[in-house]
Structure formats: structure tokens, C-alpha cells
């Protein structure tokens, strides 16, 4: 009996939890469909209206800005560009930099990794102007590489892809040398596959969070044809259900993005067990 209450009081309290989250955001979707007057008039709406395809089609498709140059649909698209770019490079130089670390037995390994772990305590805004500095000098101001490249080098990737090398049996690297296979063989053939659940943690996590970025963005494009979707939410103007609508479609691209990785992420656990 008590073990049954227990049970059925997690699941309330789950409940609520979960409610508490996506009420609201259904709240913002179910007033996004409705007209501008009327939300004036009686407030936020918990049930749906009948202008959701036209009040969504015109966000995607109205040109607004300081000089009316992009659209919400631009502004998806070099936020995807952005968020990929960063997620693909992190987990590449996270991936080499730490079989550097592990694999390669120089003497300064352990220096050198936590010189790389100590730069999580530097804050991006404390490095933002020697960087901006670094970009334009290189002629990579409002452009992709200018977006991505400069916050794409994680130290937290890099730590736990350590770690998990250092869990790998030594075994197997000698059995890979008896048949042949080279350093660069070995790293390809073997441990990029044992990382794979890890690879789409990693991804994930950093494709949420260059997603996200605002600061830097909003420094390295003076061209609004570099605009991010989290510089529209700041910037972009009219009425308050198609602030509501633009708010939704931000949503959408991280939450595709999980959904389709998680069922990988997932399926690689099982395979490790």
C-alpha cells in the first residue's frame, strides 16, 4: 500500500511539474492563433483561434529590421547554420584534443588539460573584445566562420571525452596495433564508434547552446543578414500574437533536433549494455 502511494505520488507530482512548464507555452501557442485585437480585448487564450496560418506566414515571411532587409525565415536559417556549425566543430576538436591528451604520452599532458579545463572559469564576456578583435582582423565580421568558430572550442566536451578514453582498456589499443591498424586507424575505427552515444550527448548539448547565443552574435554582424532568431526576439517588432508566433517557431528547430537525436543517443545506450 505504501509503496503504491508513494508511486502514485511521484507521478502527481510529475504532473505538476510538467504542467507547470508546458501550460504556459501552450497558453503563448493557443493566443498565437488568434487576432491581435482580440487578445487585447480578453487577454491570453488557453483554446485555439482560426488565424494560425495567416498571422504564422506572415512572421515567416515579413521583412522587419532596422532596414526591413530579413525575414524570420533568415533568421531560422543562419541560427541553424550557426547552432550546427558549433555543435560539428566542438565535437571534432573536443574529440581529437582529448585522444591528444589521453593517447599521446607527452609531458605536459596533464598541464596542458587543465590549462584547457581552467578557460570554463572565463566567462565568453571577458574574451569578447579580444576575440571581435581577433575576427576582424582575420575579415571574418558578419559572416558564418564569424559566427561559429570563435565559441566552438568546448572545454566541458573535451572533459568528458577525457574521461571516457581513460575508462577504454588498454587492451584494446595493444590488439589494435598487433593488427596493424595506425594511430589515426585506431581513432577512426575504434574509439569514434565506442563514443557515438556520448558524440550525440555532446552534439545535442552544444547545438542548444550555440542555438542560443545571443551576445556574440549580436557583436560580430553588423549586417542584418546575419541576424540570429534570438536577435529577432530582442528586436523584431508588431503585434503581440506575432511576438507570440515568432516566440513558438524559435522553439521549434532545438526541440527537432533532440527529438531526432535522442532516439539515437538512446539506441546507443542499448547497444552499450
Given at each position: 500500500m505504501t509503496r503504491l502511494f508513494t508511486s502514485n505520488l511521484s507521478h502527481i507530482i510529475l504532473f505538476i511539474g510538467i504542467s507547470i512548464m508546458v501550460i504556459p507555452v501552450?497558453?503563448?501557442?493557443?493566443?498565437s492563433t488568434h487576432t491581435s485585437?482580440?487578445?487585447?480585448?480578453?487577454?491570453?487564450?488557453?483554446?485555439?483561434?482560426?488565424?494560425?496560418?495567416?498571422?504564422?506566414l506572415r512572421v515567416l515571411l515579413y521583412k522587419g529590421g532596422f532596414f526591413k532587409e530579413i525575414t524570420a525565415l533568415k533568421m531560422f536559417l543562419n541560427s541553424f547554420i550557426m547552432a550546427t556549425g558549433v555543435a560539428m566543430?566542438?565535437?571534432?576538436?573536443?574529440?581529437?584534443a582529448a585522444y591528444a591528451l589521453v593517447y599521446y604520452r607527452t609531458k605536459y599532458a596533464t598541464f596542458l588539460?587543465?590549462?584547457?579545463?581552467?578557460?570554463?572559469?572565463?566567462?565568453?564576456?571577458?574574451?569578447?573584445?579580444?576575440?571581435?578583435?581577433?575576427?576582424?582582423?582575420?575579415?571574418?565580421?558578419?559572416?558564418?566562420?564569424?559566427?561559429?568558430?570563435?565559441?566552438?572550442?568546448?572545454a566541458i566536451a573535451t572533459l568528458f571525452f577525457r574521461q571516457f578514453y581513460r575508462t577504454v582498456p588498454d587492451e584494446l589499443l595493444e590488439s589494435a596495433k598487433l593488427d596493424g591498424a595506425s594511430t589515426w586507424r585506431f581513432f577512426i575505427d575504434f574509439l569514434v564508434p565506442l563514443s557515438r552515444t556520448m558524440i550525440v550527448a555532446m552534439f545535442i548539448f552544444m547545438f542548444v547552446f550555440g542555438y542560443n547565443q545571443y551576445?556574440?552574435?549580436l557583436l560580430v554582424t553588423s549586417s542584418e543578414q546575419y541576424w540570429t532568431?534570438?536577435?529577432g526576439l530582442k528586436m523584431m517588432s508588431g503585434s503581440i500574437v506575432h511576438r507570440f508566433a515568432f516566440v513558438i517557431m524559435s522553439m521549434v528547430p532545438p526541440i527537432v533536433i533532440i527529438i531526432i537525436l535522442q532516439k539515437?543517443?538512446?539506441k546507443g545506450v542499448f547497444q552499450d549494455k
Open positions: 501552450w497558453m503563448i501557442f493557443a493566443s485585437s482580440f487578445i487585447n480585448t480578453h487577454g491570453l487564450q488557453f483554446f485555439l483561434g482560426d488565424s494560425f496560418q495567416e498571422n504564422y566543430l566542438s565535437v571534432v576538436t573536443s574529440l581529437m588539460f587543465w590549462l584547457i579545463f581552467i578557460t570554463i572559469l572565463v566567462p565568453l564576456e571577458l574574451r569578447i573584445f579580444p576575440t571581435y578583435s581577433v575576427m576582424a582582423k582575420l575579415n571574418l565580421v558578419n559572416s558564418y566562420f564569424g559566427l561559429i568558430v570563435p565559441i566552438s572550442a568546448s551576445l556574440w552574435p532568431v534570438v536577435m539515437h543517443f538512446i
